[in-house]
């Protein structure tokens, strides 16, 4: 079964307005990471959050980590038209460095 | 440099044949993933390369898949058989190994469609 749940499936802005992706997930955890996906392209990292950590920021993204509720938010601020694509979260499991579970992705379109 | 490189971009194949997918793995990275998406899914682990040690193979769906890499590079994801419900775009990724080689590195994906 999927370990990451995103919430919502779908997610339609302005640009310039913020956008909040959020992941669900059900096991313990060694770290979360967050990935982008454009309509054609591969995946690209964005940002990886460890166990111990609360909370990082990388420019304009900003996420969070509640392991209490095993849970992750993902925050855009300034959203841009190129910002539009899917996101995914990703868990690897305390144990396993290496074997990431993908949730289904938020796709996010930035309306100019 | 050169990232992760896939090929082909795109495969039509007929019910029933065998098909090989090919993954360059970015020079120097150990560790080689290969994931499946199907349409609107996220995606699914298949198998995992890390140096000369075995490979983590399962996620592989069923005996009809099986990769191989070679030299500690060049990996192969073939599918033997294909069916229909095969269709998917695969997407291979590689790391570097040390504590910070969590981050991984994707190639644009081969789009499988089974006809």
């Known amino acids: 079964s999927q370990q990451g749940e995103e919430d919502p499936q779908a997610l339609s802005i302005q640009e310039g307005e913020n956008a909040t992706m959020n992941c669900s997930y059900k096991?313990?955890?060694?770290?979360l990471q967050w990935y982008r996906q454009n309509s054609g392209r591969g995946l690209v990292h964005l940002i990886l959050?460890?166990?111990?950590?609360r909370e990082k920021h990388s420019g304009r993204l900003r996420v969070t980590l509640d392991t209490s509720k095993k849970s992750s938010s993902l925050l855009i601020t300034a959203s841009r038209a190129a910002d539009t694509a899917s996101y995914f979260c990703a868990t690897a499991p305390t144990g396993s460095n290496y074997k990431l579970t993908f949730g289904k992705g938020t796709l996010l379109t930035v309306n100019p | 440099g050169a990232g992760v490189s896939q090929s082909p971009s795109n495969k039509v194949t007929e019910k029933g044949k065998d098909v090989e997918l090919r993954c360059d793995p970015i020079?120097?990275?150990?560790?080689l993933y290969w994931y499946r998406q199907s349409l609107g899914q996220g995606l699914e682990f298949l198998i995992y390369f890390q140096g000369n040690s075995a490979p983590d193979k399962s996620g592989l769906p069923s005996d009809r898949f099986s990769a191989e890499r070679t030299g500690g590079s060049v990996s192969t994801l073939t599918i033997q058989r294909t069916q229909q419900e095969d269709s998917a775009v695969y997407l291979c990724?590689?790391?570097?190994?040390?504590?910070?080689?969590?981050?991984?590195?994707f190639g644009p994906g081969t789009r499988l469609t089974v006809t």
């Open positions: 990724a590689s790391t570097p190994t040390g504590r910070s080689s969590y981050e991984q590195y």
């Open positions: 020079s120097g990275h150990t560790a």
């Open positions: 096991t313990s955890i060694n770290n």
């Open positions: 959050i460890r166990s111990n950590e």
